[in-house]
């Protein structure tokens, strides 16, 4: 390897594959990185594309201020930029109080960002409204994970373990195009015999994969789950001694899934019987099994009791908290993980703390010099806080989403943004929210920033800085802290990443996402560090602050390749060595006890209930809506690579030949996607892949084809995440 690569991380999704950049003309180059243990070296087009938006020419490099004369966004000054956002927050605040200024963050920001972002909103604005767009990615699964287990990460085992388990019930996850390189884990799990059933409306890439592919319709995971657990039951498959001694409330959830009979699932799904008994079958006749979900079961306005169902299958089949069997969530975004943990959730305090916990609120109030008394208490959801825009909520601070492409009902989300006193975007691009802004300031990028991503597994990692930011970029921390400043603020906002994240190690500590082990040079040398790694008291332990010159001015300081010399006394991963110095961190949760107050994981009792929204004659298909493998999310990035955009180049309806015929539409043509909500208009794609009663849309694009026009924003109780996953929708040839 060159000496001059750098060993860094994709910006893109929860993978967080590892690569290398290697200077290359002006810019870098993407070069492999086998070493890392999760992609191998391996990465999909839009990791090996990133490079491209680093150039100044595409991107901003400006910050703009809208001029009240025209209309127009004008190039600006740094200070002007910033003095005017102080000012609108200032002035909102003044009028009408601290809640009418709202905060929205990103599940795509470092570890470091998200914590300092929530910082900010409690210390600076007081404000408690904040959440960010991670509610709409993994909610329900966190929620679920959080009833049943006590502690919510994604993937409770590392990803490495998928191939050696028995079986895997991929449940709504197309990974083939939204985690290319976690294929290859899917395909050595069947290599070795293990038996891979996928569940999708839809016969995509990764169904292909399956040894049974299980296509049910949109929004009826949670009935199907019932139905194999009812399976379960009947054929006296249930691991009873894991009952008894791991978990409770087996009674309830035992009661309730037996009223859902395999043929009343077979009419409520659309899968027929023998399927089910055959998914019990595999999933029961292995050794061990894990069931995987992602977006597909967990985006409907009951997910959590979706994801809840799927791991009651788990824990009654003994499928849980045991070597090579559990339940995991495949997380999306590339801090979907760390971004739900340090505080810009509404309800959420640092280390995954409660913001209504007394105890929480005073220890993390003692770590920002506050008095726990000043911090909010919790504020609204993510979609909630979009409606009150332009009502309650008069400005907001808006850093890494694009909610006028990503929000469910995203026209009145539109409409909302518009109607606000003061919009200030940070992002790296105008994208489409940030074109509707009072002020946009343009921030550096992974490649030029420093900072941790906590990826699927809940390892922590290192996004290490590989070149300079162009001149007229800011990091979003300078941001944070220059606003800070004209706040009043002056100290408590440091701009170098690596004190950020030793203040979020102490902030964390003692909580149920304990970072308070992990340092910068420990993630260097051991590939990522899994939480929770509480740091332990005395000799050779994490020496706070500890500065590993990573982060500062210039190049990184960190030896590449794990070379750095090893911190004295630490024995993490060797099991020689005693008893360790420091926290060897977590890869396997769960083995001996869940983190639940009695140590059990918890049942709980679900029932089937239909969707938010059911077809009728007026609107008689089922909408879903998803990814393509060569888009990322609302688009805003990947939209200006021109390799990515030319293999995806715009929205499309996938629909299945027997409906296209139906209603007289062939393979390309314009078609109308109407719903209560709004219309859109994208090409037909015919295919076989997907049910008759159902079409899909990528939800990547604005404009006509927006598929958000449609969406339902009907929210899970309990997560409040909305149902982007099913509506009803009538389908037409435009002119018709
Ligand atoms: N290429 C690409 N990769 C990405 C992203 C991207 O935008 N583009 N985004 C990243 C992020 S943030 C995320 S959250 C992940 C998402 O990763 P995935 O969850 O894999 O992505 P989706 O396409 O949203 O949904 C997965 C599948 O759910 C199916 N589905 C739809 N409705 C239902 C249903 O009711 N039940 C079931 N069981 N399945 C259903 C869809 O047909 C789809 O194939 O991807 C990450 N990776
Ligand atoms: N219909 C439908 N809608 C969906 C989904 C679906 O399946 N169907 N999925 C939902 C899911 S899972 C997700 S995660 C959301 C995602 O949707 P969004 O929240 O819109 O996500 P992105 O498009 O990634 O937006 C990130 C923005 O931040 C910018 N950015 C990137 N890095 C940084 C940074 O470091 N700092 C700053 N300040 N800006 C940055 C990018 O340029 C981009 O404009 O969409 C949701 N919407
Ligand atoms: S799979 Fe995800 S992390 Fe890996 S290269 Fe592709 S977008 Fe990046
Ligand atoms: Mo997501």
New binding site residues.
Partial sequence: MNAATVDTHC?YCALQCGMGLRPSGPGVEVVERTAFPVNRGALCGKGRTAPELLAPGARLTTPLVRDPATGALEPATWDTALDRVADGLRQTRAAHGRDAVGVFG?????NE?AYTLGKFARVVLGTSQIDY??R???SSAAAAHGRAFGVDRGLPFPLTDVARTGCVILVGSNLAETMPPALRYLTELRENGGKLIVVDPRRTRTAEQADLHIAPRPGTDLALALGLLHLVVAQGRTDEAFIAERTSGWAEARAAAMAHWPELVERITGVPVPQLREAVRLFCDAESSMVLTA?GPE?QAKGTDTVGAWINLCLATGRAGRELSGYGCLT??GN?QGGREHGQKADQLPGYRKLDDPEARRHVAEVWGVDPDSLPGPGRSAYELLEALGGDIRALLL?????V????RAAHVEERIRSLQFLAV????L?E??ALADVVLP????AEETGTMTNLEGRVLLRRRALDPPPGVRT?LEVLSGLAARLGREKGFPTAPEEVFDELRRASAGGPADYSGITYRRIAEEDGVFWPCPEIPGEGSARAPETSGVGSAGAPEIPEGGTAGTPEGRTAGDPEGGSPAVHPGTPRLFLDRFATPDGRARFVPVTHRPAAEDTDEAYPVVLT???VLAQ??????TRRVAELNSAEPGPFVQLHPRLAERLGITDGEPVAVVSRRGRAVAPARVSGAIRPDTVF?P?HWPGEGR??SL?NPALDPTSRMPE??VCAVRVERVGA
């Fill in positions: 910006p990103g599940g795509g920001l470092t960002k767009n991670g709409f990615c993994m977006r985006q999306g975004q979907g850093m890494g989403s694009n909610p492409v990503s929000a469910p940070a992002d790296v691009v994208s929210t940030a921030v550096a990028q992974w979003d809506t998803g990814r990322y999310q609302s688009g805003a990035q849309m939800f598929a958000n969406t982007f996953k």
